[in-house]
């Protein structure tokens, strides 16, 4: 069983930057796609952004686009999302997922799931 634990989240104002870290135990990360997902209080869980098993592969949802970079170390068991000119809308609890699949953009395939990490962005 996969087992994923998100962290780096924090405050940070208009403009600034996170990285966050999604690290998996229980099971290796090499054969599966990871994404992103956000989820701000009263609002769904939205995509963010997924990447392949081996990194070849990325799609951002577009609001994301140009300013936020999903990567990751199978070395490490670990996927990052790196995400630079943060807005105020974009506070919300950021979960990372893992597919069964080696690379998926559909939310049904994202079959484990970490429990967050709070990024708040306010001035």
């Known amino acids: 069983q996969v087992q994923l634990v998100e962290s780096g989240g924090g405050l940070v104002q208009p403009g600034g930057s996170l990285r966050l870290s999604c690290v998996a135990s229980g099971g290796s990360l090499s054969f599966l796609g990871v994404a992103w997902f956000r989820q701000a209080p009263g609002k769904d869980r939205d995509f963010v952004a997924t990447i392949s098993h081996n990194g070849g592969r990325a799609y951002y949802a577009e609001s994301v686009k140009g300013r936020f970079t999903i990567s990751r170390d199978n070395a490490k068991n670990t996927v990052y999302l790196q995400m630079n000119n943060l807005k105020p809308e974009e506070a919300a609890v950021y979960y990372c997922?893992?597919?069964?699949?080696?690379?998926?953009?559909?939310?049904?395939?994202?079959?484990?799931w970490g429990r967050g990490t709070q990024v708040t962005v306010s001035s």
């Open positions: 997922a893992a597919s069964r699949t080696n690379y998926s953009l559909h939310r049904s395939d994202f079959v484990y």
